[in-house]
């Protein structure tokens, strides 16, 4: 049986995406929106997303998250929430809470139905109402986490909001590099600002040896990222822990204050709150 925000996210979404390309707006209720972006998938993009969002709000900010990954929808897995947003009086939803976050997923509200097939017109209405109906409220900053590449998803996000910063994930081999480099191009012709670029799945420490295995490589990111002329974030770890934490819904961040990984995201946090809001 369809719910009430089901019916309105499929009634809604082929007006909205009926309407022409608009000049990127700012969001009611969002002081600054952070893309979190990536050449494909599997690098990280959601667990970064959701920690470097855990990680600003743990320096105070009122932060918001987004998961706009239409295809394949992530982060209710990582915060552990299967609630539906209610709609307010005027038919906005309302964010879900999770972990202090303000949360929307195209997950909460399509339930099981596949966004898998969908193509330009219903992802572009999907990712605007997104941005639009959604009753944000006073955040200082809102991460969005895009899907992997370069579609209708991150286009129709560039074109329809004032995007404060994107930034890029990546793992250190190359071919994930090379996917990163068409994200970060897609960005800078829209005039997006680049925030920096984030290499995760860097080293692995292992418990036992204290050893450290370069599994997918290293440094890879931050060579690349010197060779464009963007900003190097931080090399976050290979780290089970991360892995185990989204698997169990806790978020890495607050379960794992004070290892070195949730050091690096408080660091590369602070980085881009100095960018994005001084
Ligand atoms: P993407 O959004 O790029 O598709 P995810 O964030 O969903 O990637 O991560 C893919 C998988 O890798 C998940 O199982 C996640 O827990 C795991 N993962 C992400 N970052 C790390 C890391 N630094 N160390 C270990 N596992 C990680």
Redesign the pocket.
Known sequence: MQTGVHSFMVDNMKTAAAKPAPTPVKIAGVKKIVAVA?G???????????NLAAACQMSGLRTGLLDA?IY?P?LTK?LGITQKPQLTEDKKLIPVMAHDLQTMSIALIMGEERAMLWRGPMVMGAVRQMLFDVAWDNLDVLFI?LP?GTGDAQLTLIQSAIVDGAVI?STPQDLALIDARRGLEMFRRMNVPILGIIE???VFTCSGCGSEFEIFGAGGAKDEAEKIGVPFLGA????????????AGHVYMNSHAESR?ALLYREIAEKLIETILS
Do not use: F, Q
């Open positions: 990536s494909k998938g599997g690098v990280g993009k959601s667990t970064v997303a959701t990954d394949g992530s990582i986490d992997p994930v995760n799945m860097s976050l770890p290979l780290d089970p822990d991360i892995r185990a934490a989204s698997d990984a």
